[in-house]
Nanobody, 125 residues
Framework: QVQFVESGGGLVQPGGSLTLSCAASGLTLSGSAVGWFRQAPGKQREGVACITSRAGTTVYADSVKGRFTISRDTFNKTLYLQMNSLKPEEKAGYYC??????????????????WGQGTQVTVSS
C-alpha cells in the first residue's frame, strides 16, 4: 500500500522560504512519478510540481517556476519541495501523491492517487 506523510509546513512571512518533506512508503521514488499539489480554502486542488520516475524530469506550474524546487532522495524515499519567495496567496494545504499507471498529466490531480494527509503552509506577516 502506497502512503505519503507530509511535513515541514508552518507559518512564514511573505518573501520567506520553507522546505516541505514527504516520506513515502510502498513504492520506489525512482519508479514512480510523484507530485506536490496544494489546496487553498474554497479552491480546487492544483498541481505545483512533479518529478518523473526514471529520468527525474521536473515539471512546475507557471506560478511557481523559478521559486519552487522539487527534489527526491530515492534512498530515503523522501520527496522535497523547496519554496522560496512565498506569497500570501500561497497559503494552502500541501499534499503529495503518485501518478496512476499509464499516461498522465504531471500537474492534473485526477491522474494522481494515494494522497497524503497534507501539511499546512501559512504565509502571513
Amino acid at each position: 500500500q502506497v502512503q505519503f506523510v507530509e511535513s515541514g509546513g508552518g507559518l512564514v512571512q511573505p518573501g520567506g522560504s520553507l522546505t516541505l518533506s514527504c516520506a513515502a512508503s510502498g513504492l520506489t521514488l525512482s519508479g514512480s512519478a510523484v507530485g506536490w499539489f496544494r489546496q487553498a480554502p474554497g479552491k480546487q486542488r492544483e498541481g505545483v510540481a512533479c518529478i518523473t520516475s526514471r529520468a527525474g524530469t521536473t515539471v512546475y506550474a507557471d506560478s511557481v517556476k523559478g521559486r519552487f524546487t522539487i527534489s527526491r532522495d530515492t534512498f530515503n524515499k523522501t520527496l522535497y519541495l523547496q519554496m522560496n519567495s512565498l506569497k500570501p496567496e500561497e497559503k494552502a494545504g500541501y499534499y503529495c501523491a503518485t501518478a496512476l499507471p499509464g499516461n498522465y498529466h504531471p500537474l492534473e490531480r485526477s491522474y494522481f492517487s494515494s494522497w497524503g494527509q497534507g501539511t499546512q503552509v501559512t504565509v502571513s506577516s
